[in-house]
């Protein structure tokens, strides 16, 4: 069992790309929606990586201001023109059908069919996706470019769907560690066969979920897949016990684009995951982007409801809607690349890495600097105008390890990195610098003003 | 009886234009000073459209630091050239005489003269206004091209006038509403023609007074009609102990040029009346400008004495000395422009409104989103890329319900439009979504980061 | 005795600017380093332009986590070439030897010789300065280009020097004022001919204290000249008893070069030294930089160690290490010039009147404005567009002065010059209109929207 950092610094990123890539080829065909099979058949392929506990809710079920809906089985769709050829096929992509159509089989001429028909103008090559779940109707999605060249005369259309009481599937895979204390990571697995939103998600967590459940942890993490809205309120419905003991979370989604790495904040606006993942997000060659909170987006909408207001942000490449690939047939195998899975993977291990080490230390030899030179940390030749990294490092938690500042408020104050830092703070405490304070979910920001005093000063 | 945005909603802008305009015509003429019978006649026209209680300050009557001054009256004013040619006449334009010269009827040379005569070199062809109300002394003003077309010889020079005890004249409307709490509007009506400072505020007080007549109002709103700085000293003086009812107060002057909306701050910098009319002026198709508070402008100059300290901003459109024709005979009714006038009091009606109506609500279905769609209050095909404005706004309002944010901080948190967002917030109370707080001008801010608890949460 | 900004008025630019550069020259030649006898000698210099009480702490004396080093005497250093032709020459430039280098003599080869060579490469014609305090070692530096043409062959080495028990040296000048409460400046005068680093600051310094003991003062001012951070260490070591006297203080180096002047915060960030020399260094007409704290630097590092964190903050022009001649026998008497040196001069002297002269005031006519002009204090004839600089900062310090702001406080609200705010203030108390507070060096910072009561007010 190794420290979470390690294995970050060890990982072989073309490996764990490629596997990423593999599990999203292969959970690409199924056609999921927020209930159904497609989303056990989901499950099953995701517990041959992880140990996942499963849940059924039966339609019906309360979950606060909602009622788990009947479950929806599709099984073929197609429209054929006046002369029997299929010009429409749900084999061809599952996003043809509107999901959660209740089921027809009729003939009917162009005018009444285009009421049913759903396109992108924007874009006419692309199927664009479309959902009526609480709302019973049927529809079809078709390229723009295919609804113009559809001639008059009659259509023959078949929805073969079932909308029967069922249940709703979650999974969850809690991975244990020193402190009960939990940090809650969640993807969404309710979108048929489009890839960034959100196999990009599902098969991040998984690969995570292999790493974490490798590393000697300090915290405990729970993954949850679920579908999204339904999915997390019902998840929320039905832990609401246990919610307290989350002290820190993600939403995962939209991880596979060339875009780059955008983390919204929490409710909370700068709770410690949000202070850690702005600072990993905005570092590095590529830096991102971060966004304040917004009651809109993916399932972070609930998990910061007001009632629940839990501090949990979400990490996405491009914000959800702002690529144009978006819910349409175009977010496919060919958009999401193994290296920006892999980008995003670190990144958000780099987050978990703040967490499972920030901490506050006490500088044990305050007076004035120590003398690092005879202790070997410090460069014996002096005159230069640089000094490296880690030197500056040291320089740094030894100033402000006054018992108030963390490594994380070092961070942001000095620009650095926190890996360096982390570094730098475990060689002063090897020397006999520095005296480390406990570790904490809870560690709040002190500004730079709220300055400590050892005795004497001001 | 109307709430007042739905008669703003209402309002015809041309027609409301035109009246502002006709009675700025109306006024124009009039010779007004900070004293005398000019602001008399000015009160008795605008008492024609709104109830007015008129005041009469003696002369010497002490006012804080300061005393009542004499009154001025002013017949005539002229000088003549040596073949008696009459080359300045007040009859023509008003600003020939420097305000509160004491009378004065005798011949004298050139040289001499100029000690008396005051021009404006930068703008040679205008007549500049200037006063000398606390120093005794006499003057005229005239375009700087005809000072220096003078020639040697004797000239004759008359001011028939008189400085004699008499009072200060102010005139107050007061509008009752639901509450005695007041929001207090104050335009100065001391100067003489001149259109954009101040007969603009003049005249759009006196419609903005009629709109609230009609109008259901939550805040009791007074209007006061008095000189610059001895007015509302003495205002101030004579309503120490009413001053506590005061909530929010806004300046009105310069209302009528084309410069975009300016509002300076309070004293208090980031009061009720100041948020609300920051984020009225910052927003819509051409998009104001915010100042801080500065002791030199205005009357707020005495409103926000430190003594004082009311929360009363000021409106203007180009700030006081920022546009050429301040204090000159060029600002006249070509300067201002009815549209001008009638895009400052839609502004003005749209800051009230956020008084009248800005409010904190609780959501009463806070553990994850409520099923909007359910309540039609929500799209029920999903998966667009975009939700329109209303429906962002419920979720706005929805979220941040907490008991602990007024719509105003939500709408400075997401940068929505406040109607927007008062209409959403009805529609939810209307659904049960929301209760409604106690509406309050003490509203004060509750930074982003301050949230509630329902329960549980960390 | 008069007051410091009576004396920074009439000081004569030229006059002390050619002061401090003869005395600059008078010391360039000497070899200091962090012992030894050209620090005694620099320091009997010094002494004859301002009363010094010196120090002799000896070797082997414990000074916080350090210890005082053997004292270094260097009398001589050569290296001759295989025809005992001398190439390198300890009397051409001190900075030829590496400073603390224990004494050799002896032939070797290049190979072997190189390892005791230093160059720069990026900058080939000068010598570079390097150090070996806590490391026995030997050296020699070069220009880069004179170390490529070194040809094969056995070159003699002799430095003649020695490490041995003595003393480290420094120096203080206490001028008292009314408060015992204390202002420290600190100059470092380790470094051998180097004039910016940092012969300027120990000139500046010189004649700084002369003007403080020609002024009638309100605090006390310690000027100490010590070698740098084992001087600091030593000096904070042996003074700990002191410490809670000194209220705030300034490093004073590097200025005499022609880099905009540079500011470093202290470890408080907001004291009022950092107020006020933010204030003064952001003003005039070349205006300088600010930088926040940051534990790497000069002598900031050890006063502002967090064990003592002292409100010292850092005045340079250039930053250290952020002038290419920085360290290198470039930092010459070309380098320098008396017209920045002066620059340097007069702002430490702006500072420090802000420290002298810092108060809040109470406005004893607070309600409205009080009429300034029948006291004299504001011009007769009225609306001119413009008023002077005076008679704004009249307004903003009756406005602001509530008990609660300083002059600086009102100098950063209104972008106002300290110095025509301090007049104002005092103007506005000889007519009876401010009642001035006491002097303090802990004043603090009142934010713009915490505002004072005088009654009623909201």
């Known amino acids: ?86 010009i429409v096929d749900f084999k061809r992509s599952n996003l043809h059908v509107v999901s959660y159509s209740i089921p027809v089989h009729r003939r009917l001429g162009l005018r009444e069919l285009k009421e049913h028909l759903h396109s992108d103008p924007e874009h006419p090559d692309w199927i664009p996706y479309r959902t009526s779940y609480y709302r019973e109707t049927w529809g079809f999605c078709l390229a723009h470019q295919q609804l113009l060249s559809l001639q008059e005369g009659e259509y023959e259309v078949c929805i073969d769907a079932d909308l029967r009481p069922g249940s709703l599937s979650y999974a969850e895979c809690v991975i244990p560690g020193a402190s009960p204390s939990e940090v809650l990571l969640f993807a969404h697995t309710c979108h048929p066969s489009l890839c960034n939103d959100n196999l990009s998600g599902v098969v991040l967590l998984a690969a995570l979920g292999q790493y974490l459940r490798r590393s000697q942890l300090q915290w405990t993490y729970r993954l949850v897949f679920a579908p999204a809205t339904i999915g997390s309120i019902t998840w929320l419905s039905r832990n609401q016990g246990h919610l307290g003991q989350i002290k820190a979370g993600l939403i995962v989604s939209v991880a596979g684009d060339p875009g780059a790495i955008t983390y919204k904040r929490s409710r909370h606006g700068n709770s410690l995951i949000d202070r850690a993942a702005a600072n990993i997000v905005c570092q590095g060659e590529k830096p991102g982007t971060v966004l304040p909170f917004s009651p809109w987006g993916y399932d972070e909408r609930q998990f910061c409801s007001p009632g629940i207001n839990l501090p949990v942000g979400r990490i996405t490449r491009s914000p959800n809607g702002a690529y144009p690939q978006y819910h349409t047939s175009a977010d496919n195998l060919d958009l999401v690349q193994a290296e920006h899975l892999t ?76 890996q360096t830092l982390l570094h730098a ?19 709040c920001t002190i500004s730079g003003s709220e300055l400590p005093t050892y005795g004497h000063t001001t």
Chains 1, 2, 3 share one sequence.
């Open 1 to 86: 069992m190794e420290r979470l950092q390690n294995l970050l610094q060890q990982l072989d990123a073309a490996q764990v790309g490629a596997r990423m890539f593999a599990l999203m080829e292969r959970l690409y065909p199924i056609c999921r929606s927020i209930t159904g099979q497609g989303v056990r058949q989901t499950l099953d392929i995701l517990q041959e990586s992880l140990p996942l506990v499963r849940s059924e809710v039966p339609t019906g079920t309360p979950a606060f201001d909602w009622t788990v809906p009947n479950e929806w089985t599709i099984r073929d769709a197609w429209i054929k023109d006046s002369s029997g050829v299929c």
């Open 343 to 418: 980008d995003s993977l670190q990144r958000i291990m780099r987050i978990l890495c703040v967490l499972e080490s920030d901490r506050r230390y006490l500088n044990l030899s305050p007076f004035g600097e120590p003398q690092l030179g005879r202790r070997g940390l410090y460069q014996m030749m002096g005159g230069y105008t640089n000094i490296g990294a880690l030197q500056h490092a040291l320089l740094w938690v030894l100033n402000y390890s006054d018992g108030l500042h963390s490594l994380l408020d070092i961070a942001e104050a000095s620009g650095m990195d926190f």
């Open 425 to 443: 703070a475990e060689l002063a405490e090897q020397s006999g610098l520095l005296s480390p304070g406990p570790l904490s979910l809870d560690l």
